[in-house]
Nanobody, 122 residues
């Protein structure tokens, strides 16, 4: 069964850091385009970051300089390192793989995970 599983979401204080993981099973992530998305209650889904192979990355303006996406092909996993977290980063974060059409932040992906909850609060 082909699936993506996210992990790493917890409650963290403002200014803190988290690393989210997106692990694939049943298929190989490399060289798929893999994106991280988030959705807060009452808000539209937002594309957070994307990685193409291992050397091209893209970020939403809201997270540039704070978040870093990376991949470990040996572990078939993509990570999202989140630093200097803010309350507005609170959301359900999920990853997607294999962009089928459209742009990385708004296009259609073949595989989606179920999400991991990140809460930033004091």
């Amino acid at each position: 069964q082909r699936q993506l599983v996210e992990s790493g979401g917890v409650l963290v204080q403002p200014g803190g850091s988290l690393r989210l993981s997106c692990a694939a099973s049943g298929f190989t992530l490399e060289p798929s385009i893999v994106g991280w998305f988030r959705q807060a209650p009452g808000k539209e889904r937002e594309g957070v970051s994307c990685i193409v192979r291992s050397d091209r990355t893209y970020y939403a303006d809201s997270v540039k300089g704070r978040f870093t996406i990376s991949r470990d092909n040996a572990k078939n996993t993509v990570y999202l390192q989140m630093n200097s977290l803010k309350p507005e980063d609170t959301a359900l974060y999920y990853c997607a793989a294999e962009l089928v059409r459209g742009t990385w932040s708004a296009g259609s992906y073949r595989y989606w995970g179920q999400g991991t909850q990140v809460a930033v609060s004091s």
